[in-house]
């Protein structure tokens, strides 16, 4: 099994996904700093992983914390916070992970400091632990939805890797796959950061899943073809309206999905869905440095000085979601109303 991010004795490890899919090397973070590199410097990437890298971040600073009383530790916290909910702006998860373990510091004021350090060590590996079932009931849920033979397309990398294990996208295809499902993965390259050619086919090549790696700009034609029977993304925030922040170049996939009648579906864990957010224009895009697109493997693509823009995602409209899959089942359009329910639900559920 990829061990994407894990908890050790001797600190946070990651894979290095930056190496990845020439290198299988791993990171050891010892401070929420290193962390915060990994997260900013792409080393762990995608939504729910991210997010749990976060808690573990927080966890391993107040780890390393030489606070005393309850009120040093909680301005620690305080700053840790910070410093790692300032690495990237799109994924909800970063946020819910950060507001999670604030959450359960604030629940633990009253224990004493070496008390509090073992709870959220034990909170981060929880959410930890969460992720994959959430990724697995994603992957029951989902799994009805694809065809029986055929091609799926996925875009970006939203499997094992982007994720504590299992992947949500990815896993809704490896549960069909579990069901004898004969399904072969079309897998968009995602330019500029390759995480479909890099990622996604290293680990459905790892799995012995039969997959393609297309260039962004081949999607069209393929489903032209008639090779591609449904799609199936991941997501970084979904709005209360349904609209989803993804991987740049979604848009362009659900909207070629809409002109060719192929139903295009989002798998994501409730920890990604943002009811606190109207619709997909009040979602953070996140900008990145222009060198992710002028240059691939260090090598110089563009003439020099010519004008780069480098948005790490866009927004796809809802009308064009046929379904949202989450681990407590899926929602359809009017999506404020199907999320809402879901919401409830699992409220009800938690609450005690
Ligand atoms: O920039 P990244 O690689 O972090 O972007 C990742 C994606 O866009 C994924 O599709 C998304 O986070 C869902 S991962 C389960």
């Known amino acids: 099994m990829i061990q994407t991010l894990e908890w050790t004795d001797s600190g946070v490890r990651f894979i290095d996904q930056t190496k990845l899919p020439t290198e299988e090397t791993y990171i050891l973070c010892k401070t929420h700093q290193q962390v915060a590199d990994v997260i900013r410097n792409m080393v762990v990437r995608g939504a729910p992983a991210i997010g749990v890298a976060a808690a573990m971040g927080i966890a391993l600073g107040v780890k390393n914390s030489k606070a005393s009383t309850v ?10 916070s910070d410093v790692l909910g300032k690495t990237r702006p799109t994924a909800v998860n970063l946020f819910w992970a950060i507001a999670r373990m604030r959450d359960r510091f604030e629940s633990l004021r009253i224990r004493p400091v070496p008390e509090i350090k073992q709870a959220l060590i034990e909170e981060a590996r929880r959410m930890h632990a969460e992720d ?45 796959i579990e069901q004898g499902k004969k399904i072969h993965v079309y897998a968009d390259e995602t330019r500029p950061f390759l995480q479909g050619s890099r990622l996604t086919a290293w680990e459905l ?31 970084d925030r979904i709005a209360r309206n349904g609209d989803v922040a993804n991987k740049i170049g979604t848009y362009t996939v659900a909207v070629l999905a809409h002109e060719h009648a192929i139903p295009f579906y989002v798998a994501a864990p ?12 009040q979602i953070p895009i996140e900008q990145r440095g222009a060198s992710e697109v002028t240059h691939i493997a260090g090598k110089q693509m563009v003439p020099d000085g010519v004008q780069v823009e480098n948005p790490a995602f866009d927004v796809t409209p809802a009308k064009y979601v046929t379904a949202i899959i989450t681990e ?3 929602a359809r359009a009017p999506y404020e109303e199907s999320l809402r329910k879901l919401a409830e639900e699992l409220s009800a559920m938690t609450s005690p």
Do not use: W
């Open 328 to 330: 407590r089942g899926i």
């Open 270 to 281: 409730f920890s990604t869905i943002d009811l606190a957010t109207s619709d997909g224009d």
């Open 132 to 176: 994959i079932r959430a990724n697995q009931a994603i992957g029951r849920h989902g799994a009805g939805l694809m065809p029986a033979s055929g091609g799926v397309l996925t875009h970006c990398n939203a499997g094992a890797l982007a994720t504590c294990g299992y992947g949500t996208a990815l896993g809704v295809i490896r549960a069909a």
């Open 71 to 80: 009120g040093e530790l909680k301005a620690e916290v305080d700053e840790i």
């Open 205 to 235: 090549m790892k799995d012995g899943i039969p997959t393609t790696v297309i260039s962004d700009n081949m999607a069209g034609a393929i489903m032209k073809q008639g090779k591609i029977g449904a799609i199936v993304v991941g997501a």
